[in-house]
């Protein structure tokens, strides 16, 4: 069985990966319930029914962006960075894995051919959307 790891800067919590190997029986919501973006590991057997259902119209604040990367194909490193822009580490996803970037910096390089899919929270608000600015050097790079 694989775990969900966190990656951290003292107490604040940056990311949560969720590795290829990652399992478990029913439903884990990995995410806390306050976070704007919600993340689950579901396991079911054949045969399991999931109640038909919609969503009711809830009115939310979402102030920060969180994304969620699935990761197809290749290697991507992840770099990390505080709220100064601050390099802290990095870390590599391959296929299977999936991240949810939850606060601080990040930056990405391919290390292999990537296919991934990503999912944020919208609308795109455009420039206002995010502060670009200058990634690590690669002889910086501290993998965890």
Do not use: W
């Amino acid at each position: 069985m694989g775990h969900v790891e966190e990656v951290k800067k003292k107490d604040k919590l940056l990311a949560m990966i969720i590795r290829n190997d990652y399992t478990c029986e029913g439903v884990d919501f990995i995410t806390p319930n306050e976070y704007s973006q919600q993340v689950a590991y579901m396991h079911h057997p054949t045969g399991k029914t999931i109640d038909a259902h919609v969503h009711n119209m809830v009115h939310r604040n979402v102030v920060l962006t969180q994304e969620v990367l699935f990761i197809k194909k290749g290697i991507l490193r992840v770099d990390f960075y505080d709220e100064y822009e601050d390099y802290l580490e990095s870390r590599d996803l391959h296929a299977g894995d999936i991240i949810l970037l939850v606060s601080g910096g990040h930056g990405f390089q391919v290390l292999e051919e990537v296919e991934m899919i990503e999912v944020k929270q919208g609308p795109y608000a455009g420039d206002q959307d995010k502060k670009r600015f200058e990634g690590v050097d690669n002889a910086q790079i501290v993998y965890r």
